[in-house]
């Protein structure tokens, strides 16, 4: 994995996640006593446009990822094999289920895809600090060998 592939990645999902939980946070906790009723947080709307435009950022580095990086260890079969597999099949539905909330019409629809797509990317974001922690524990210990970066 290059330098510029494993930093868009980080990027990518560092500002895809952050935007998520905000946007879940503030529409399931955070509505407000209005003059008519409870009404939206007023930095939902803000936090669900940074979230509809970072996805693609991630997107594109996932996609990177999957044929550099993925496709590589899996025909090399490297450690860190439990976490990385996890990744790879929680990204479809991740991703299917955050764009079939936007186009699902029937409140029962939305409400199920809403849950894969919390459920979903939530596990992601654990794999993907289980996965990036456990490879800075290991450099951190000095355990890191210098290994070839061939099948990268
Ligand atoms: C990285 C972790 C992610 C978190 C924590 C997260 C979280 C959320 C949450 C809480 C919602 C609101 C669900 C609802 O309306 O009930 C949402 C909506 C959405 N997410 Fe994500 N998401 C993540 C990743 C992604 C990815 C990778 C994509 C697409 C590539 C994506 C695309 C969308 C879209 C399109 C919506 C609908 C926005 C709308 O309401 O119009 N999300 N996400
Ligand atoms: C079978 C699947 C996978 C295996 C066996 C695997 C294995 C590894 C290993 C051994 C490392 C340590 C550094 C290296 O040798 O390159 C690593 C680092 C990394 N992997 Fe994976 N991986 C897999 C899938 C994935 C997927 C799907 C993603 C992204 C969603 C991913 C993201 C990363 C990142 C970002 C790092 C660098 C962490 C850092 O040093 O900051 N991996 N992986």
Redesign the pocket.
């Known amino acids: 994995m290059t330098a510029l592939e494993r930093w868009s990645l980080h990027l990518g ?1 560092f500002l ?2 952050l935007s ?2 905000a ?2 946070w503030l ?1 399931y906790f955070g509505r407000a006593a209005g003059e008519f009723g409870l009404e939206p947080h007023p930095l939902q709307a803000l936090a ?1 446009h940074l ?2 435009l970072a ?2 950022v ?2 594109f580095a996932l996609g990177m990822a999957v044929r550099g990086h993925l496709a590589a260890k899996l025909r090399v079969g490297a450690e860190r094999r439990n976490t990385g597999l996890g990744m790879g099949l929680l990204i479809l539905p ?2 299917a289920s ?2 079939l ?2 186009v699902a019409v029937a409140p029962g629809w939305r409400l199920a895809w ?1 849950w894969v ?2 459920s979903a ?2 596990l ?2 654990l794999t993907y600090l289980g996965h990036g922690l456990s490879a800075w524990a290991e450099g951190a210990a000095g355990l890191s060998r210098p290994a070839p970066r061939l099948t990268d």
């Open positions: 999902a895809t996640a998520g939980v946007y879940g529409r669900q979230h509809v996805a693609p991630l997107l991740m991703v955050g764009y909330l936007q809403a797509h919390g990317s939530l992601f974001l």
